[in-house]
């Protein structure tokens, strides 16, 4: 069977406020009876446990709620979806840790969910060693100006 996204008409980004990234803990750890504990890894990609809170209005509600009883088999199946995590957006295979909670703020419906999220993205070998070397704010400013002239500069000044 097919993995489904969540509904594309949804508002996938969640508020700020409220919003948790938890990494799940991939590691065992014995205690000792004499010495340090030891410790090692069990898991090299664990989940990691998200809790957005999404703004919906009352059509978006319903949308997401038939969505999850008929599509996700009330929150048991997995399914693709839009996770902020490390300040960027990425695809996340996603699950329901168990039902959403939903509470009526003005004149939306505001959901809230713990959600775990498999395959979350890091930053590549290069860009973590660039930005160690040179700091996240100048490798970021950087990155902007290669971008800026690479796809924006340069190809206005090659022949047509």
Not at 66 to 73: G, I
Request: aromatic residues 14%; hydrophobic residues 40%.
């Amino acid at each position: 069977m097919a993995i489904v996204s969540m509904p594309a008409g949804l508002n996938s980004r969640p508020l700020q406020d409220g919003y948790t990234f938890e990494p799940h803990d991939p590691l065992l750890r014995t205690d000792m009876e004499q010495g340090p504990a030891r410790q090692r890894r069990v898991y090299e990609n664990s989940p990691a446990l998200i809790q957005p809170v999404w703004p919906w209005s009352f059509d978006e509600f319903e949308v997401f709620r038939a969505w999850y009883h008929k599509d996700l088999h009330d929150g048991q199946d997995w399914f693709w979806a839009k996770v902020f995590i490390g300040g960027r957006e990425q695809l996340g295979l996603c699950r329901f840790k168990e039902a959403y909670q939903p509470s009526l703020v003005k004149v939306e419906w505001h959901v809230t969910a713990k959600v775990e999220v498999r395959n979350v993205e890091y930053m590549d070998d290069e860009a973590r060693w660039f930005a160690g070397l040179y700091g996240p704010a100048v490798a970021s400013a950087i990155a902007a100006s290669l971008h800026r002239i690479v796809h924006e500069e340069a190809p206005q000044l090659l022949p047509a």
